[in-house]
């Protein structure tokens, strides 16, 4: 049995930081892409960053705030996420997939922004 396992949320004040990570358990082949993705309230669930082949793409409202790291021999990802917004408060799902469209979902990991 897969399962993709996260760590890291918790409540941060506006500006703090987080670390999330995400790692596979079970046998399973290098996925082509790791991101993370995340869903507010009411909101449908967004790209937040993806990493493949070493090549990171960012959402705009995250860029230059988040880095995302991957090793997908591995299958780990891990997303550094500094000056945190109230905005970027969300569940924050780690998955990963391969370009045929097989893919992964973790259990989600909550992240709070507020003082």
């Known amino acids: 049995q897969v399962q993709l396992v996260e760590s890291g949320g918790g409540l941060v004040q506006p500006g703090g930081s987080l670390r999330l990570s995400c790692a596979a358990s079970g046998r399973i082949l290098s996925f082509d892409t790791m991101g993370w993705y995340r869903q507010a309230p009411g909101k449908q669930r967004e790209l937040v960053a993806e990493v493949s082949g070493g090549n990171a793409n960012y959402a705009d409202s995250v860029a230059g705030r988040f880095t995302i790291s991957g090793d997908n021999i591995k299958n780990t990802v891990e997303l550094q996420m500094n000056s945190l917004k109230p905005e970027d408060t969300a569940v924050y799902y780690c998955?990963?997939?391969w370009g045929y469209g097989l893919e992964f979902w973790g259990q989600g990991t909550q992240v709070t922004v507020s003082s």
């Open positions: 998955n990963g997939h």
